[in-house]
């Protein structure tokens, strides 16, 4: 279609060209950096649930995060920063957890700080961004828990104990 393909053929697609050097040439590389977090982290896990392959792309997935972390992360909003920041919780290195921590204070209090701006100065045109930004906000606080409880486990464990009978260890 003139379109271009659908994002599902894009993701079934994706998966052949992550390390090809074209990947990095489209109008679009931010979204398909973000697929190819998605694709590379989820499907994985969710492919091979209970099986050590579940967690095979961890540490590749790592080093294409940060290739692309900080030129694209000022375009990531909601639901696309979640998905993109959950290689650091997936990760078991220490390294990446503190790092991810690092990530996920600066990024939340960027937002609380952009909430308190838009709240003293509301024009009509404003309410839907600070109605947007809330939402966001709400999604950056649940991850809380789960960006400490990671980082806690591998300072006690130096790994996830619940992986171990996946990767028989």
């Known amino acids: 279609n003139d379109n271009g393909p659908s994002w ?35 499907f ?11 967690f095979k792309n961890d540490n590749g997935l790592m080093i294409f995060v940060e290739l692309g ?6 375009q990531l909003k909601g639901y696309e920063f979640v998905f ?5 919780m997936h990760s078991e290195m ?5 790092n991810g921590k690092k990530i996920y204070e600066s990024h939340k209090n960027k ?8 709240q003293k100065n509301i024009t009509e045109t404003s309410v839907n961004d600070l109605r947007n930004l809330q939402t966001e906000m709400k999604m950056i606080k649940d991850m809380q828990v789960h960006v400490d409880g990671h980082l806690d486990t591998i300072r ?3 790994r996830f104990p619940k992986r171990n009978k996946a990767l028989c260890r």
């Open 8 to 42: 599902l053929t894009f993701i079934g697609h994706m998966k052949d060209s992550l390390w090809s050097p074209d990947f990095f040439r489209c109008e679009s590389v931010s979204l398909k950096i973000h697929g190819g977090l998605v694709v590379m982290d989820q």
């Open 156 to 158: 006690r464990f130096c």
């Open 44 to 54: 994985s896990r969710h492919i091979y649930r209970g099986k050590g392959d579940a």
């Open 84 to 88: 993109a920041f959950m290689p650091y």
């Open 94 to 98: 220490c390294e990446h957890q503190k």
């Open 111 to 118: 937002c609380e700080r952009k909430v308190r701006d838009l």
């Open 69 to 74: 972390w900080n030129t694209y992360l000022k």
